[in-house]
């Protein structure tokens, strides 16, 4: 092959990067939808400003985050998707308990929207609480350059939520950019498959170091979605108090103040933040390295009307998941009926390893979003079993899926991904344990989730009950950890579960099981 046939070989294996033409991202509006609405959702490139560079991306209804839409618990609505992007699509509604046929997994529950092409989409939503929406086919890829958008589903329970002065989603998110321009995606298949591709630009609902006014006294509830492919991101806001009230799928067990919230990809908040005091209060990032500005809140010195301090200072309690803490004491103490261990091969020939510490994993100092990151080694970055940035970013690009294969592994049958073979029947609770705690070439979190079988509570993380309990999608597993959770069957179909860390997905760390309505009598 001639030189010049090898780079148009090599470039027709990247997706397209060019900007000229396109339109402008718009930000992304809040949608009401009654029930029964029909709501059309085109996919489509367009180019959006990032510290200062033009890049392209790629948006739902032409704004990056895709519009919130919010609907009511029980309603229905049809969704229209046409695909005008640059490879076929999926949407996957995450977290709704729907019928199977519509949940978005490729060549399972549907074919692919071809390019040019249209799919509908009949969705329900029984569960009050924070949802969101992203592709299914190179999720790696779609989802990095700007297709999500998240879902609030109000409560049919007036007093399920308390009230406050104003409400905000956000969804949190990082971006990779080198000189101004995303490093190229391959459309042979995702690279990054170690580690994840994180970003070196952290967003806010789609922006940088946004800012927003609010009053002294003021109660904002913020419905917060972590939708970035691989980052965990650890939540805080100085100056101001924050209440800890709902998870991935409605209340927490007990409301609670605390001084930050961890979201792992694709878990979400519900936060309700007083801003007690004028000045300035900053949405951060916090790591135990470091922290991050996220966001900026102008508190005015007018007050809030009306005031919500008396209301936000009463931590409710939520008596349905008091009476599901009650009947779990006999799920610890029984043996699990599935066990799935998360295992990392790797195979390091053919990497170029020069410039690298294989004693620590040191790599030499590298440029993350403008500060200079001093070299870390891999063992501090998994201490708490969590990595919280590409601390090998030499081998972490060069890995792909014919070096790096991350496995779910059924330890009773040894199947892996895609062979195991589970069946369920609706009305079973299925503990299920999680173990990450060795045998990995690689050791790291894994944020698992599980489509709409069914809600889960996590039971206990290394023999200690979770001591506040929330209706769960995705679980952040950390590295050395074992995990224990109770899968509620409710919804049947052929239903996937996954590591939602977008590399290792696309890299075959998933599997599919089957949930079957027993036939009457």
């Not at 009401?32 to 560079?53: E, M, N």
């Not at 939708?227 to 108090?241: G, L, S």
């Not at 509570?457 to 679980?475: A, M």
Request: aromatic share 6%; with cysteine; net charge negative.
């Amino acid at each position: 092959m001639t030189d010049k046939a090898r780079d148009v070989s090599v470039e027709a294996d990247h997706f397209p990067q060019e900007v000229d033409g396109l339109p402008d991202a718009a930000p992304p509006a809040v949608v009401p939808l009654s029930d029964g609405a029909a709501y059309h959702l085109p996919v489509g490139p367009v180019r959006k400003r990032i510290v200062g560079s033009q890049v392209r991306m790629l948006a739902y209804g032409g704004s990056i985050p895709g519009p919130v839409l919010r609907v009511r618990q029980g309603t229905t609505l049809t969704v229209e998707v046409t695909n005008h992007a640059d490879l076929e699509q999926t949407v996957h509604w995450h977290g709704l308990r729907l019928d199977n046929r519509f949940d978005g997994v490729p060549y399972e529950t549907q074919e692919p929207i071809p390019v040019g092409g249209r799919f509908t989409y009949h969705l329900r939503f029984p569960d009050p609480g924070l949802y969101w929406y992203h592709p299914h086919v190179r999720e790696d890829y779609g989802q990095e350059v700007g297709l999500y958008g998240q879902i609030i589903v109000e409560p049919t329970d007036p007093d399920c939520w308390s009230p406050v002065n104003r409400e905000m989603p956000l969804t949190l998110d990082d971006v990779l950019l080198e000189d101004g321009r995303m490093p190229a995606f391959h459309r042979s298949g995702p690279t990054h498959t170690m580690m994840g591709r994180f970003g070196t630009v952290l967003l806010v609902g789609g922006e940088t170091d946004p800012a927003f006014d609010v009053n002294t006294g003021e109660v904002v509830r913020l419905y917060l979605t972590n939708t970035a492919n691989t980052r965990i991101f650890n939540v805080a806001i100085t100056e101001a108090t924050l209440k800890l009230v709902g998870g991935d799928s409605g209340r927490y067990e007990r409301e609670e103040i605390v001084d930050s919230i961890m979201l792992a990809p694709s878990e979400r908040a519900v936060v309700d933040v007083l801003f007690d005091r004028s000045g300035t209060a900053v949405l951060e990032h916090r790591t135990p390295r470091d922290s991050s500005t996220l966001a900026t809140f102008n508190v005015t010195e007018d007050s809030a009307a009306p005031s919500r301090t008396d209301t936000y200072r009463e931590l409710r309690s939520d008596q349905d998941l008091a009476a599901e803490r009650a009947r779990l004491t006999d799920y610890r103490d029984r043996a699990p009926d599935k066990t799935l261990q998360f295992v990392g091969e790797m195979d390091m020939s053919g990497m170029d390893m020069s410039g690298m510490d294989m004693e620590t994993g040191e790599t030499e100092h590298h440029d993350m979003g403008g500060h200079e990151m001093a070299p870390m080694s891999h063992a501090e970055a998994t201490d708490d079993g969590i990595e919280w940035e590409d601390t090998m970013p030499e081998m972490n690009v060069m890995s792909n899926r014919s070096n790096m294969a991350w496995k779910l592994v059924d330890t009773a049958t040894g199947a892996v991904n895609r062979d195991i073979s589970w069946n369920f029947r609706v009305g079973d609770r299925v503990k299920i344990r999680l173990d990450n705690s060795g045998g990995s070439d690689h050791e790291m979190h894994h944020p698992f989730h599980i489509h709409g079988a069914g809600r889960f509570l996590v039971l206990d993380r290394g023999g200690v009950p979770e001591p506040n309990l929330v209706w769960k999608d995705t679980v952040l597993v950390r590295a050395g950890e074992v995990v224990n959770i109770l899968l509620d069957v409710s919804n049947p179909g052929r239903w996937m579960a996954h590591c939602h860390i977008a590399e290792h997905n696309e890299s075959g760390m998933m599997f599919s099981f089957d949930a079957r309505q027993e036939a009457e009598p």
